[in-house]
């Protein structure tokens, strides 16, 4: 639960705590948002439909063709996430959708501790939220988000990182990700590509 979450990761004292939620379209169509809640650093997670979606009949309790099952939702979050060294990576805090049900394989995977807001409580991923709605300016309601390559979604996160908040000082998102790169190479921690 959310209340059992790091201190630091509140008052976003240190970076590498991040919110996470989906962005749902049509036709069980999807995107997945990861927001890290002190640079405001934005990576959207790419859900293709899975092999079978709309020629298999869906099965009860059967795999989740849509794209965002917990299986496919583990996998390619954790490729995404796993994109940062270890210490930018310290917690997700999700909301109680079913796609992060295979939670405690994503943490074991990334070592990401991953804590869940309450329920209807969106303001508990106030950062996730709002990035959310700035997101629906390249992505709107009533389309299908299938229609948007991994590809088209890294320009977008780029175009949203590279966007200057005044909470950030007028810095964009990317340049105090970069900040805190920099310090982990110069501390003599490799980083991942």
Known sequence: MISERPAEAEDRAVPGHWEGDLIIGLQRSAIGTVVERQTRFTMLVHLPREEGYGLVAPVKNGPALGGYGAMSMNKALAAT????????RQSLTWDRGKELSGH?????????????ADPHSPWQRGTNENTNGLLRQYFPKGTDLSRWTAEDLAAVAHALNDRPRKTLGWRTPAEAMNEHLLLLQQAGVATTD
């Open 81 to 88: 996430m796993t994109k940062l060294p270890q210490q930018l």
């Open 104 to 116: 405690a394989a994503f943490k074991v995977e990334t070592g990401t501790a991953v804590y869940f």
